[in-house]
């Protein structure tokens, strides 16, 4: 699998695909059947359509798609995307609104580096938008950050964060979003013994594994199963010479993408072919639910091999977070150097990704943290992407997540907005 050559090929099925689509589409919809009305034609065109818009998506990094912001003197504000700090691997970038008053929380979201863009979190961007000031970690494909950049494992991406946070500064609250949070509390406690100056207030872990064993799932299961050697052997790949990251090892998107649809094979099938009936019936539109939703799942970005065979090996299956063991460039870091920041943990009651007792494993690590600076919530009936986007997260986690801040902040609490106010389309994404 590590050749050059097997990456190629990968995308060339998909363009290939892509070509397939594109020209069924362009021959049935070739003005001269107008005057044959079979449905056939129809269907095939149909057919292409969905077909070139799946296979053209998978290459291409989705749109943030914030551009106004309704603030409350009743204006439309433009929101502009400014990087904050840039970096090899990954930018730190603040959606600002000129013309807005600073708003007083200011809120760092880690997105994890798991296989899709930062744009995953863009409905909770949104949600957060209305009453903080909000930055984000935005992480860059892989395939085309050059070989000559070094390398990218657990150890850079925790530095990375610390990185951040120094930018932010101590004024500021964390949000972790699945696969950082355990890199966001080692972050957190390596800041707390080298720069405990520059840590942020409060840290937030929304559906990490911070322990992978302390409830079991499929994934932990597969990390368990399958040794070092196998996910080397057939999980990485050279980028080919079409990017500027040829001749990098990484874990490619496609292959990452092949996985999570086989996980839900026929879900994800009869979607497709609803998705093709409705098309051909003209009742599709460029912004459906179907596209909404598949415009972001399948927008997929590989991953250094070093971070991906790094995060198997240390964080599931050594379990040096949940184990207190882990290091950074040769220190040990402490989790119970923590003493200062507050901790909150959030967990879907549903989440068969990072099932609840995974991710409040952090608050047993912080022993030097006292427990009213420590906090919870299970989330019923919530899955995995529920806890941190849809109805789970704008009515219930995000007014706690809001407290929380407001709870932990040197100022005084901000004036929420209400979510349910219809003037800020952006707050209810």
């Known amino acids: 699998?590590?050749?050059?050559?097997?990456?190629?090929?990968?995308?060339?099925?998909?363009?290939?695909?892509?070509?397939?689509?594109?020209?069924?589409?362009?021959?049935?919809?070739?003005?001269?059947?107008?005057?044959?009305?079979?449905?056939?034609?129809?269907?095939?065109?149909?057919?292409?359509?969905?077909?070139?818009?799946?296979?053209?998506?998978?290459?291409?990094?989705?749109?943030?798609?914030?551009?106004?912001?309704?603030?409350?003197?009743?204006k439309d504000h433009l929101v502009s995307i400014e990087t904050v700090m840039e970096k090899p691997f990954g930018d730190l970038i603040h959606f600002s609104v000129p013309g807005r008053e600073p708003m007083p929380r200011k809120v760092l979201l880690v997105a994890p580096m798991s296989g899709h863009y930062a744009t995953l979190l863009r409905s909770t961007v949104k949600s957060l938008l209305v009453d903080c000031e909000v930055y984000i970690t935005d992480w860059h494909n892989a395939r085309d950050i050059p070989v000559s950049c070094g390398k990218f494992d657990v150890e850079d991406y925790t530095l990375y964060l610390t990185d951040f946070m120094r930018e932010m500064g101590p004024d500021s609250h964390v949000i972790a979003v699945c696969q950082p949070a355990p890199l966001a509390l080692a972050a957190t406690a390596y800041l707390a013994e080298i720069d405990p100056k520059a840590q942020p207030r409060s840290l937030t872990l929304i559906g990490g594994p911070v322990?992978?064993?302390?409830?079991?799932?499929?994934?932990?299961?597969?990390?368990?199963?399958?040794?070092?050697?196998q996910l080397e052997?057939?999980?990485?790949?050279?980028?080919?010479?079409?990017?500027?990251?040829?001749g990098r090892m990484v874990y490619p998107g496609l292959l990452q993408l092949a996985s999570f649809i086989a996980m839900n094979g026929e879900r994800h099938q009869k979607a497709f072919s609803d998705q093709i009936t409705r098309v051909a019936r003209g009742e599709a539109s460029d912004h459906d639910a179907h596209?909404?939703?598949?415009?972001?799942?399948?927008?997929?970005?590989?991953?250094?091999?070093?971070?991906?065979?790094?995060?198997?090996?240390?964080?599931?299956?050594?379990?040096?977070?949940?184990?207190?063991?882990?290091?950074?460039?040769?220190?040990?870091v402490d989790m119970g150097k923590i003493t200062d920041v507050a901790v909150k943990t959030v967990e879907g009651a549903n989440d068969d990704i990072s099932a609840p007792g995974q991710c409040i494993a952090a608050l047993d690590l912080c022993t030097g943290l006292p427990d009213d600076k420590k906090a919870s919530h299970v989330e019923p009936g919530a899955g995995h992407y529920g806890i941190f986007?849809?109805?789970?997260?704008?009515n219930n986690i995000r007014p706690l997540v809001l407290d929380f801040i407001d709870a932990n902040s040197k100022a005084a609490p901000a004036k929420r907005?209400?979510?349910?106010?219809?003037?800020?389309?952006?707050?209810?994404?």
């Open 211 to 229: 322990d992978p064993d302390a409830t079991p799932t499929e994934v932990t299961d597969f990390g368990a199963r399958v040794t070092m050697g």
């Open 233 to 246: 052997e057939t999980m990485i790949q050279r980028v080919g010479y079409k990017y500027k990251g040829v």
């Open 389 to 394: 986007a849809g109805k789970s997260w704008r």
């Open 417 to 429: 907005a209400q979510p349910k106010k219809a003037a800020n389309t952006n707050s209810a994404a």
């Open 1 to 74: 699998m590590r050749y050059m050559a097997t990456y190629d090929l990968m995308e060339t099925f998909r363009n290939a695909n892509q070509w397939m689509g594109a020209s069924a589409l362009s021959f049935a919809s070739y003005p001269v059947f107008s005057m044959v009305p079979n449905p056939a034609f129809n269907w095939l065109a149909a057919w292409g359509e969905v077909t070139e818009r799946t296979f053209q998506r998978m290459v291409a990094k989705p749109d943030w798609g914030i551009r106004t912001f309704t603030c409350e003197d009743g």
């Open 291 to 332: 596209n909404r939703f598949y415009d972001e799942y399948l927008s997929v970005m590989d991953m250094t091999s070093e971070f991906y065979l790094s995060t198997v090996e240390r964080v599931f299956k050594n379990r040096e977070i949940a184990r207190n063991v882990f290091t950074v460039e040769g220190h040990q």
